[in-house]
């Protein structure tokens, strides 16, 4: 039995795609008779013709995979699409390293641990790229043995 002129005409008058429309499979015959849209229509109001909701997309993959992301997973060398530097850029690490050597430093010389010329000294060290990080610019400190105890 050919219902697709009844399909077109059923998506037509109820405004979605011929794929949401649903027929009775017990009513194929009344549905068939359904020659003008208003024979549609009327099919339509006796339920033998009706519109199917809409096929969402799940998003419970989607909710697990950020559950797995929270715990650190899914971030190996397969799913990465920058490069090191585009995911963490390489002047991002060298602010923060810089910040926190400046930082100590500036506590040492308002604590009176070390004069302003060793202050100065090491600042341009510093921005040289001398320092890893702030245990390594105390070390440097204590082992030349310029800081004081105040």
Known sequence: MDL????RMAASILKCGESRIWIDPNRLEDVAEAITRADVRTAIASGAIAKLPRRGVSHGRTR???VQKKKGRRRGPGSRKGTANARRPSKEEWIVAIRTVRTRLRELR???KIDRHTYRHY????????FRD?????????????????
């Open 123 to 130: 600042y341009r060290l510093a921005k040289g790229g001398v």
């Open 110 to 112: 308002d604590a009176g």
């Open 4 to 7: 697709r002129n009844q399909r």
């Open 134 to 150: 702030r245990p390594n610019l105390d070390a440097h400190l204590r082992t030349a043995g310029l800081l004081k105890e105040a």
């Open 64 to 66: 697990k995979r950020l």
